[in-house]
């Protein structure tokens, strides 16, 4: 993982399971996050498993 938004994030995901669809859930590394949530999940067996959408949104609302 070499994307620059990775660095918004601890460096480990941790690999989940939902309704047995396997994701890996990206905490956020700011101390104060400003999102819904701390965590962002990708999921491995869509589509768009590839897409990095939702972790560009968080960091832009989070870090700016």
């Known amino acids: 993982w ?3 938004v990775y660095v918004s994030f601890r460096s ?3 690999i ?3 309704n047995n ?3 890996h859930s990206f905490q956020c590394a700011a101390t104060n996050c ?3 949530t701390r ?3 990708r999921y491995l067996d869509t589509g768009d498993a590839k ?3 939702n972790m560009h949104k968080h960091t832009k609302k989070c870090w700016g």
């Open 2 to 4: 070499t994307a620059p």
């Open 12 to 14: 480990t995901p941790t």
């Open 16 to 18: 989940e399971y939902i």
């Open 21 to 23: 669809c396997r994701c």
């Open 34 to 36: 400003k999102y819904k």
């Open 39 to 41: 965590e962002v999940r």
């Open 51 to 53: 897409s990095m959408g």
